[in-house]
């Protein structure tokens, strides 16, 4: 089993539909974190928590919100989805230990937007 | 603002052959720096890090090259094989310490 799993995996939905994406881990980890990417544009973060508590908005987290309802798990919603939310979105943990930050992910969720 | 790039979109090679995907950074407080490989239809995988008090760091057919002074990394990969095709992603830490920020991605197509 993965130790990040995104759910759904593939999404249509039609503008202006409310969408959740949800996140679980088994890592352990306290931080989570929502990036969505785009052709040609990298990774971009949305939204992170490095605890149940603590909510922190990235670089483009308007016209989302999250939740982060337990340590293991960390949801993205779109309250209104627009086309332009058309995009995959992944889900990553890190711990808050040791020098780095590395980020694991998990396999992403492609949301389309008609 | 902060932003890491790459120099080039794609990257071509013959197996057997070294590959160097390039990234510029711009934040010259940045003191961690990772390569993430991602294979179609995945997620992104760790490759290799390195923190800014280093040059050099060197792992199995990998090297990633800091260079601080023209805010500079690479990654270099030894006897590319077909399963080294991939998207290629430089990132590294906000300034703030919170997050990563990814640069665009280089596409690294491997023949045989």
């Known amino acids: 089993d993965a130790d990040v799993t995104q759910t759904p995996r593939n999404r249509i939905t039609k503008t202006g539909k409310r969408i959740m994406l949800e996140c679980s881990q088994t890592k352990g980890h306290d931080r989570m974190y929502w990036y969505r990417q785009d052709p040609g544009l990298g990774l971009r973060l949305i939204y992170y928590?490095?605890?149940?508590?603590?909510?922190n908005k990235g670089e483009i987290s308007d016209g989302y919100s999250v939740s982060r309802q337990a340590q293991a798990k960390f949801s993205l919603s779109l309250e209104s989805a627009i086309p332009n939310q058309t995009a995959l979105y992944f889900c990553?943990?890190?711990?808050?230990?040791?020098?780095?930050?590395?980020?694991?992910f998990g396999e992403g969720s492609r949301l389309t937007v008609l | 603002g902060e932003s890491v790039g790459l120099h080039l979109p794609t990257l071509s090679v013959q197996e057997g052959d070294n590959s160097i995907i390039n990234c510029a950074y711009s934040?010259?407080?940045?003191?961690?720096f990772i390569w993430y490989k991602q294979e179609s239809g995945k997620g992104p995988q760790f490759i290799i890090d390195i923190r800014s008090n280093m040059d050099k760091r060197q792992g199995q057919r990998v090297t990633v090259l800091l260079n601080k002074t023209v805010k500079h990394l690479s990654l270099q990969i030894a006897a590319t094989q077909p399963g080294d095709s991939a998207v290629y992603f430089c990132?590294?830490?906000?300034?703030?310490?919170?997050?990563?920020?990814f640069g665009k991605g280089t596409t690294l197509s491997v023949s045989s």
């Open positions: 990553a943990t890190s711990d808050d230990q040791g020098q780095g930050r590395e980020l694991f």
């Open positions: 928590s490095f605890d149940v508590k603590d909510i």
């Open positions: 934040n010259s407080a940045s003191d961690y």
């Open positions: 990132a590294e830490r906000n300034q703030a310490g919170t997050a990563l920020i």
